[in-house]
């Protein structure tokens, strides 16, 4: 990936950052830390990897997301609207009665979703369904999908992943952001689901690891993903929770918390110094 291209994805990240912060503020409610932590990878799909278009959210051959765990939908909404599918003012209506953006995707009242999610395990295996009919139909369309490391702790997702690799949905993409914290804790602590990467693999999958904050490794991931054929694909991404603001990081208070308006003005402050930081940064 060139300079440019990683400096203008690095600071539409933290845009998206932004807008999370903003919207969890303003709803005084919500899930800011795995938003967080997704940000750059939500970034990259909408901004580079997805075959998209604002202009027609519905279009058939589109490329299609289903956020799995759909509680970290303040980051998919932030990108929605950067990307153009809606005024970027809904943000701060996010969970207000009768408005567009609620606390998990709704695909009937949101331009740009392609699923309603957030029964957690669930997403994984509506996004096979999606493959599975895109293959039948002959549409070379790709579905990709997020899950949270705690999420993969149901069961529901390894029947997904037995059925994906059966299937060889070769035209599927699973995340899996690892950000290794969960609502009560530590994952590991919690419900270990390590080893995560020998788990996919002896399902079936191609597996690759990555650090989810590097855009050169987010891009060669999701190159590797597309290149792959026979079976599906899916991407551990090793990621901060809360990433990019300082109070949040690594802590699973931040799992769901909405901050006041002190750690808001320092929560901005933070994101300001983080894009100061990308525009100096030299070639």
């Known amino acids: ?5 990683r400096k203008e994805l690095k600071l539409k990240a933290n845009e998206v950052r932004r807008g999370v912060v903003e919207a969890v503020h303003s ?3 919500g899930h800011p830390g795995g938003s967080l932590s997704v940000a750059d990878t939500l970034t990259y799909l909408y901004f580079k990897e997805m075959n998209i278009d604002p202009k027609e959210p519905k279009k058939e051959d589109r490329d299609r997301l289903v956020l799995s765990k759909g509680h970290t939908c303040p980051a998919l909404y932030s990108v929605l609207s950067l990307r153009g599918y809606f005024p970027r003012e809904e ?45 039948l139909k002959g549409a070379d369309h790709r579905i990709y999908t997020v899950l949270g490391d705690g999420e993969i702790q149901e069961g ?28 009560d804790g530590r ?3 919690v419900n270990d689901p390590e080893p995560i990467t020998d788990k996919f693999a002896a399902f079936g999958w191609h597996v690759i690891s990555i ?21 599906p694909t899916v991407i551990i991404q090793k990621t901060i929770k809360g990433k990019g603001v300082s109070f949040m990081e690594d802590q699973a208070s931040w799992h769901g918390a909405a901050p006041n ?23």
Request: charged share 25%; aromatic share 4%; proline share 2%.
């Open 211 to 231: 650090d989810g904050h590097n855009f050169d490794e987010i891009e060669k991931a999701f190159n590797e993903a597309r290149a792959t054929k026979g079976k």
């Open 156 to 183: 529901q997702v390894w029947e997904a992943a037995m059925f994906a690799a059966a299937k060889k949905l070769d035209n599927l993409c699973a995340v899996v952001d690892n950000n290794g914290l969960q609502i």
């Open 1 to 5: 990936m060139d300079f440019d291209t």
């Open 27 to 29: 709803a005084k409610s």
């Open 261 to 283: 308006d002190e750690q808001f003005a320092q929560a901005m402050s933070d994101l300001d110094a983080i894009e100061e930081s990308i525009n100096k940064e030299a070639k």
């Open 187 to 189: 994952v590991t602590e």
């Open 91 to 135: 943000l701060l209506k996010l969970r207000k009665v009768g408005a567009m953006l609620q606390g998990h995707p709704d695909m009937k009242g949101t331009p740009g979703v392609d699923m309603s999610s957030g029964s957690l395990g669930q997403g994984i295996s509506t996004a096979c369904g999606m493959a599975l009919g895109a293959k």
